[in-house]
């Protein structure tokens, strides 16, 4: 059996045993709106449990909107003017709208990526900032959530008298899902409660992962500081394969996010009837596959349909090596999984320890091949696995360690195919 999967810029064709009882497993997406102006429209004026956002903003004369940074495919340049319209036909003056980087633990935007975030109408009508996690005196404290986080959030947020978020809504490997909650913690947060919120207690949770929603320790740590933080308003939408508006989901924000997530999950789910003994899957490609920080969340993604003790094979062309300063310090840091989750347990949290936990949390249960060239040859003995240079000698090694009648699953876009046992999908 032939197939190509996504690697690098041209992809991968692998060429697999025919006595594999083999499943290909493809990303689901919605199909586009016609009119996103009119489909966002109708949102603002109709939203999710909600009065209208003119109406709330009616008598105020400040709004924070949180939107995402550099790093997430949001289409904020197309929301962004329905928002701040709705805001000044409520009455709220420009000098008091204020577009806030939901930048988490991220740098803050440069000059250049302002523009392509927000768009060049609304950055030369309006004051955009980014936040930065790292200054705690510019976080308002706002007390202590259930799960014990110190909760500190943008001040300039806090201080508005309107509170809304702009996002989108895809399975994310901790919280089940991204989108609402998330633009204000961790994206508002300051790195106290960053890190709290990413620390053992909350990573190493049999719930805290993708697709696990509401039943999720995580999210609703992250739901309860949204509340504390007074937050009033959401537009979330789910994107199609080419990151066109499928859907908007706009109003009271816990309700509104929770409809948006069933539709994400409706739309995107790919069902297993049972658990397989191996997994090929990958990075998603280029740009997704640059580095072998990004590549986890397609070993994360794949893990749900793998039995205890199967075998995954990783297909990445790292082509940046592992990934930021901190994080490759950290992975050479480690022998094995076993060794880092012992040291993450003891030891205080440090920035992107969360990736790494996460992936031992796999290879505790599932022996991991990878194929990431770009890794350097001297990096490459800290990927707690065989590793090789090219596709075909890494499949040829992996068919080598199945039988030979293995029921294998082959993800060819890795961490965008959302994947789940069917009766876990169907009471999640």
């Not at 596959?289 to 969340?297: E, P, S």
């Not at 090219?390 to 060819?412: G, K, N, T, Y």
Request: some cysteine; proline content about 7%; charged content about 25%.
């Amino acid at each position: 059996m032939r197939i190509r999967v996504a690697f690098d810029r041209a992809g991968a064709e692998l060429a697999l045993p025919e006595q594999w009882r083999t499943i290909v497993l493809e990303p689901r997406f919605a199909s586009a709106v016609d009119s996103p102006d009119r489909t966002l429209a109708e949102a603002l004026a109709y939203p999710i449990a909600s009065p209208p956002l003119i109406e709330l903003a009616r008598g105020k004369t400040s709004a924070a909107i949180a939107v995402c940074d550099i790093t997430r495919p949001a289409p904020n340049r197309i929301v962004l003017p329905h928002v701040t319209a709705a805001l000044e036909q409520a009455g709220v003056p420009r000098d008091g709208i204020r577009i806030l980087i939901a930048t988490g633990l991220h740098r803050e935007a440069a000059p250049a990526e302002l523009e392509e975030i927000v768009g060049p109408e609304m950055l030369a009508r309006y004051r955009v900032d980014s936040h930065n996690a790292r200054i705690e005196e510019s976080h308002a404290y706002l007390g202590r959530a259930d799960g014990g986080t110190e909760v500190l959030i943008d001040r300039r947020f806090i201080e508005a008298d309107l509170h809304i978020t702009l996002g989108f809504i895809e399975p994310h490997l901790m919280l089940g899902f991204s989108g609402g909650r998330k633009l204000i913690a961790p994206g508002l947060a300051a790195e106290k409660t960053i890190k709290r919120l990413h620390s053992p207690p909350f990573m190493r949770e049999a719930r805290a992962v993708e697709g696990s929603f509401p039943d999720n320790p995580l999210h609703r740590e992250l739901l309860e500081i949204a509340r504390m933080a007074r937050h009033d308003f959401m537009v979330d939408v789910a994107l199609t394969r080419t990151r066109q508006i499928a859907r908007v989901f706009a109003g009271r924000a816990e309700t509104a996010h929770a409809r948006g997530v069933e539709f994400v999950r409706q739309s995107t789910l790919a069902p297993v009837e049972e658990a397989v003994d191996a997994v090929i899957t990958t990075g998603g490609g280029y740009p997704l596959d640059l580095t072998y920080y990004q590549c986890i969340k397609g070993v994360t993604a794949a893990s749900h349909i793998l039995r205890p003790g199967g075998k995954m094979l990783l297909l990445a062309a790292c082509r940046e090596g592992l990934g930021s300063p901190e994080f490759t310090r950290m992975v050479r840091s480690f022998s094995g999984w076993k060794a880092c989750l012992e040291a993450l347990d003891r030891d205080p949290v440090i920035i992107d320890q969360w990736q790494l936990e996460k992936l031992a949390l796999v290879a505790r249960r599932a022996e991991i091949f990878w194929c990431a060239p770009g890794v350097p040859a001297d990096d490459r003995r800290y990927l707690w696995g065989s590793s090789f240079e090219e596709p075909r000698a890494a499949v040829d090694a992996f068919a080598a360690a199945l039988p030979p009648d293995a029921s294998v699953a082959v993800i060819p876009e890795g961490p965008y195919v959302f994947s789940q046992l069917a009766e876990v999908g169907a009471v999640a």
